[in-house]
């Protein structure tokens, strides 16, 4: 066999070597992320275990930190959508936030309204756990009685949302007390 032959199919064995190793294994199919609802995107009301009302947290979720530290320890109750525009345009208007706030958006019909807070803490994470809710349809009072569990020793600053969606209270004075 000529030298030159040899050499081609040396090379050719060695190229088919290289290919073979270097051949990608097939791709992985991994599951499209879940969306995420952003500024403005209605959310679907997440029911609260043993309680009845809807989180709606995700409705304030456009507010900046810091506009949110601002009002934390205030009750909020938004009971029509031109409020909620009003207390999104109160919110743009402190310039608290860099940029405009993203607007949620919530279903007021058949009197549905919104309430919520927000709580400050130090901590890694802090939530809400309800500790009692007292309705006196006499007068016309709803009182959410939550606790704010904080864990860890981080030196974070947290705000966290308190947003719910309650119905048959339109007319009800809410009020949050947090401990």
């Known amino acids: 066999m000529p030298r030159y032959a040899f050499g081609c199919i040396t090379g050719i064995i060695v190229l ?21 609802p952003g500024p403005g995107t209605p959310s679907l009301p997440t029911p609260t275990p043993e309680y009845p009302w809807t989180d709606e947290s995700a409705v304030m979720s456009g507010i900046c930190f ?40 919530f279903d007021f019909t058949n009197g549905r ?18 500790q009692s809710v007292r309705r006196d349809d006499t ?4 009182f959410l009685f939550l606790k704010l569990v904080v864990d860890g020793d981080c030196t974070y600053e947290l705000v966290r949302p308190y947003w719910i969606g309650l119905s048959g209270v339109s007319d009800y004075d809410v009020q949050f007390v947090v401990e």
């Open 139 to 142: 007068a016309r009072t709803l």
């Open 16 to 36: 088919l070597a290289v290919a073979a190793c270097s051949r990608e294994a097939p791709p992985t199919r991994t599951p499209a992320p879940t969306p995420t």
């Open 113 to 130: 309204i919104l309430a919520g807070t927000w709580s400050r803490a130090q901590g890694c994470t802090a939530y809400h756990q309800v």
């Open 66 to 105: 810091e506009s949110a530290n601002d009002a934390a320890r205030r009750a909020f109750v938004i009971r029509s959508a031109d409020e909620l525009t009003r207390f999104f345009d109160l919110a743009d208007n402190s310039e608290l936030c860099r940029q405009p706030v993203g607007r949620g958006t």
